[in-house]
C-alpha cells in the first residue's frame, strides 16, 4: 500500500530517493499556518520519521490559514492532531508529537534529527533552535509569513545572529491563507532538498515572495 501512496513520486524522485526519505527524521517546530502545510507535505513526500512540537492548542482564530483548524479540532492540541492526520496518510510513518513548547530540557528529542523545520513566529524561540541546530549540525530551515510576503532559507553555514543580530519579533503579524502556505511548501522543498544532496538555498541568501507582486517570487541575500 506504501508503494502505492508513492508511486507518482516515480520519475521525479528516484527508488533510491525514495528510500533515503522514508529513512530520515524531520524535526518540525511549530504546527501552525507554516509548519502545518510543511509537515503535511513532507508526510506526502515520504520522509518515514519525524520529531514534532507545538505547545497550542486549535481556536478560532487559527481557521484563516491552518490546515487542520476545523470546529471538530477546537481545544486539541496541534501536534497531536498533525501526527494523526500523517497516519492517515500514511499508516507506517513514525512521528514522535509533543505538544509542549521546545527548550534547553527537551531539545536532546531532536538530536536525531536531519534537518529542521522552524514554524514558529516567535524570535526568541527561533534563535534558541538555531542555536541548537548550529550546536548539534543539523541543517536549519528558517521560514516566515507576514501579510502577503514570506522569506525561506536554509542556516548550515551562516550564523543566525550574523544574518538577524538582535532582531526582535513584533507584534503578531496579519497573514493570509497563500502567503503561509506557499512558505511552508518553500521550506518543505528545501528540507527535501538538503536530505537529497539537491541545490538549496542558504543563508544569508534567501527566497522571498509577495503574492501580491507583479515580482511574485526572487532570491537576494539579507
Given at each position: ?20 526519505l522514508a529513512e530520515s527524521t524531520v524535526g518540525i517546530v511549530g504546527l501552525g499556518g507554516i509548519g ?85 513566529d516567535n524570535m526568541e524561540a527561533r534563535k534558541n533552535i538555531a542555536a541548537f541546530c548550529r550546536k ?43 502567503a503561509a502556505v506557499l512558505a511552508g511548501s518553500i521550506s518543505a522543498s528545501q528540507a527535501a532538498c ?29
Amino acid at each position: 500500500m506504501v508503494d502505492g501512496i508513492f508511486l507518482r513520486n516515480a520519475g521525479t524522485v528516484s527508488e533510491r530517493e525514495q528510500k533515503k526519505l522514508a529513512e530520515s527524521t524531520v524535526g518540525i517546530v511549530g504546527l501552525g499556518g507554516i509548519g502545518s502545510p510543511a509537515f503535511e507535505i513532507l508526510v506526502r513526500l515520504g520522509i518515514g520519521n519525524f520529531v514534532i512540537f507545538d505547545r497550542d492548542r486549535f481556536e478560532e482564530s487559527n481557521f484563516n490559514r491552518q490546515l487542520y483548524a476545523v470546529d471538530s479540532n477546537v481545544g486539541k492540541f496541534k501536534a497531536g492532531v498533525a501526527a494523526a492526520k500523517a497516519r492517515k496518510i500514511n499508516p507506517e510513518v513514525r512521528v514522535e508529537a509533543y505538544a509542549e513548547e521546545f527548550n534547553k530540557k527537551n531539545a536532546a528529542k531532536l538530536r536525531k534529527c536531519d534537518v529542521m523545520v522552524d514554524g514558529t513566529d516567535n524570535m526568541e524561540a527561533r534563535k534558541n533552535i538555531a542555536a541548537f541546530c548550529r550546536k548539534m549540525k543539523i541543517p536549519y530551515v528558517f521560514c516566515s509569513a507576514g501579510k502577503s510576503m514570506g522569506m525561506v532559507s536554509v542556516f548550515d553555514r551562516a550564523r543566525f545572529k550574523d544574518v538577524f543580530g538582535e532582531a526582535r519579533e513584533g507584534v503578531k503579524k496579519s497573514v493570509i491563507a497563500p502567503a503561509a502556505v506557499l512558505a511552508g511548501s518553500i521550506s518543505a522543498s528545501q528540507a527535501a532538498c538538503v536530505l537529497l544532496g539537491k541545490p538549496y538555498v542558504r543563508a544569508p541568501e534567501f527566497i522571498f515572495f509577495d503574492i501580491f507582486s507583479e515580482r511574485f517570487l526572487w532570491k537576494q541575500k539579507v
